[in-house]
Each structure stands twice: as C-alpha cells, then as structure tokens.
C-alpha cells in the first residue's frame, strides 16, 4: 500500500504563490496532481499544504489536501504529519509540487524499489549529460555503490578526477544527478524526521545527507526521463515557451 503525498508551501522565498501559478489553463499544483493519479501504484494521493488558498484550490478541482502545520522546515516533515494520520500506508512516495509534468512512469520505478523488503528510503537518479549539469550547484550529484545505494549527494561534482582538466571528467567517468522524489518505509519516515540536523547538511543545504550521516541506506533507481522543476517565475517562462 502506497501513499503519494504532495507537499505544497504558498510562502517560497523565491516565487510565492508557486503552486497557484497558471501553466496552460491548469494551476501547477492541479498538473502535478493529475500526473501523479495516473501512476498504477498510488493508492491514494493528498496534497499537503500549509495554506488554505491551495487547499482549496485543490477541493475545486476535486482533488484531495489536508492543512498540515505552518512550522516544518521541509516537504519530509510535512509528509511525516500526513503520514501519521494514514497509518494504513506500508509506503510514502515525497512527489515534488514544482514538477507540473513528472512523468507517472518515474513514480513508479521509484515505487518499484520497495519491492525489496530491505529498502528503507529511495530515490531517483539520472546520469549527467553536460559539463553545465556537472558543475551547476543547484543540481545535486550523487556518488553510488555497487548495491545501487548513494554513498553521498554534492552540490560539487564527485569524484575529483584526478590528472584530467575538469572540462574533460565526463569522458572519464560516469555522474549522476538527483532527480528529487523520495519514497520512504513508513515507520523510517517517522525516525529520520525525528533526527537533528546534521554537520554535513549543513554544508551542503541537502537534507538527505542527514540521513545518511545517521546509516539511513537510502536506495537509488536510474532514469532517463528528465524533469522539469519550477523554482523562480523565469523557471516558468522557460517552461512555457
């Protein structure tokens, strides 16, 4: 049994309003909405929201939300507070709510990785095309072991390649990229919400490596489909044109 939550904050430092902004005809958080009810494996999905614009917003077009507190610092959080009250899920599926066109097909091969009993978080990863994706540091890399599990997320590309000009390390070595979608073993999504907030998250701004930092073994499945997030209004002119 799997839940699909969908944590959606009005106040972004850097677009507020983001999940009410028009894309086409349709509010973006209504786009995300939609792609994730079309994923087989959701048994249910709820946008989790702080505001009661979004909630709503979310009622009118007949979609599903609940008002979760204004005090969590993170979309995990949020999805904590939402889970707790659904405990009928084996499974929480994180799906961001700036992706107005994640693919269902992503959702599932994300779900797919629980099909091991061992699994305790997952996430997405994609290999990194261009020497722009290696050094952007808002698109974080991820190191991965031979078990399919990340050893560490970097805004810095990782490895240094060591004897080569970094504009050549992409014909050396295969990088990958975070796609942002987590799922999470009900009862670990409980624990890692409860931990504090670790020296390595703190260098880097990424909250996972809290998780790591503690020996969360977060499991990672590689696709090829691109995602398209939203996280300033010229995020969304791009995405328009």
Same mark, same amino acid.
């Given at each position: 049994?799997?839940?699909?939550?969908?944590?959606?904050?009005?106040?972004?430092?850097?677009?507020?309003?983001?999940?009410?902004?028009? @894309?086409?005809?349709?509010?973006?958080?209504?786009?995300?909405?939609?792609?994730?009810?079309?994923?087989?494996?959701?048994?249910?999905?709820?946008?989790?929201?702080?505001?009661?614009?979004?909630?709503?917003?979310?009622?009118?077009?007949?979609?599903?939300?609940?008002?979760?507190?204004?005090?969590?610092?993170?979309?995990?959080?949020?999805?904590?507070?939402?889970?707790?009250?659904?405990? *009928?899920?084996?499974?929480?599926?994180?799906?961001?709510?700036?992706?107005?066109?994640?693919?269902?097909? *992503?959702?599932?091969?994300?779900?797919?990785?629980?099909?091991?009993?061992?699994? *305790?978080?997952?996430?997405?990863?994609?290999?990194?095309?261009?020497?722009?994706?290696?050094?952007?540091?808002?698109?974080?890399?991820?190191?991965?072991?031979?078990?399919?599990?990340?050893?560490?997320?970097?805004?810095?590309?990782?490895?240094? @390649?060591?004897?080569?000009?970094?504009?050549?390390?992409?014909?050396?070595?295969?990088?990958?990229?975070? @796609?942002?979608?987590?799922?999470?073993?009900?009862?670990?999504?409980?624990?890692?919400?409860?931990?504090?907030?670790?020296?390595?998250?703190?260098?880097?701004?990424?909250?996972?490596?809290?998780?790591?930092?503690?020996?969360?073994? @977060?499991?990672?499945?590689?696709?090829?489909?691109?995602?398209?997030?939203?996280?300033?209004?010229?995020?969304?002119?791009?995405?328009? *044109?």
């Amino acid at each position: 049994m799997i839940l699909g939550i969908i944590p959606a904050r009005y106040a972004s430092t850097r677009f507020p309003g983001k999940p009410l902004v028009d @894309i086409a005809g349709k509010s973006m958080i209504q786009r995300v909405y939609e792609q994730a009810k079309k994923c087989v494996h959701l048994a249910e999905v709820i946008v989790a929201t702080d505001d009661e614009r979004i909630y709503k917003h979310v009622h009118d077009f007949g979609g599903v939300a609940v008002i979760t507190s204004p005090d969590h610092q993170s979309g995990t959080d949020r999805c904590a507070e939402v889970a707790l009250k659904h405990l *009928q899920y084996d499974v929480i599926i994180n799906i961001q709510g700036d992706e107005p066109f994640i693919d269902p097909e *992503q959702i599932s091969k994300l779900a797919a990785c629980f099909n091991d009993k061992d699994t *305790q978080i997952a996430t997405l990863i994609k290999k990194v095309l261009s020497k722009e994706e290696l050094f952007n540091a808002n698109s974080p890399k991820v190191v991965v072991n031979k078990l399919s599990e990340a050893v560490y997320f970097s805004r810095s590309p990782l490895p240094h @390649i060591r004897g080569q000009e970094p504009q050549n390390w992409l014909n050396h070595f295969t990088y990958f990229k975070h @796609i942002g979608i987590y799922g999470y073993r009900a009862d670990v999504l409980q624990e890692i919400t409860k931990l504090p907030v670790s020296s390595l998250e703190k260098a880097e701004s990424l909250e996972q490596l809290r998780w790591i930092e503690n020996g969360y073994r @977060i499991k990672v499945a590689e696709t090829e489909l691109e995602t398209y997030a939203v996280d300033t209004p010229e995020d969304l002119e791009k995405l328009k *044109q």
